[in-house]
């Protein structure tokens, strides 16, 4: 998913905005919705992507890793069938003066079975292609 956003530390960053992307991936019992092929025993992705839209798209913050949090606890806390949740915010342009980076990127998971303790996180960052 890719959207605009109003994320950074730097004022240009939370003035002009930039793009992100988000991936984000959910661990749950799919078998019951695949037997019956009912919406309703499993997730809407609709909702996942309208979410998510709204976190990246909503109020600035400094941090990516801020944003990627919200994105997780709003997934958990709004579809209960999840058990686990992976989502990974990439930045492709970084305005680091001097910079030879061609990104940075976050990446969360988060299990509902640990209440929010993190499993892993990376941090990382990726230079040109």
Known sequence: MIFYGYHGVLEAERTLGQRF???????????????SDTLDLTVNYALVYDLVREVVTGPPRQLIE???EEIAERILAEHRQIDNVRVRIRKPEVPIPGSVLGS???????????????DRERQRLEGPS
Request: net charge negative.
């Open 21 to 35: 992307i988000v991936d984000v991936s959910m661990d749950l019992d799919l078998e019951p919705a695949g037997r």
């Open 66 to 68: 801020a944003v990627a």
């Open 104 to 118: 940075s990127e976050v990446r969360i998971e988060r299990a509902r079975a640990t209440h929010g303790v993190v």
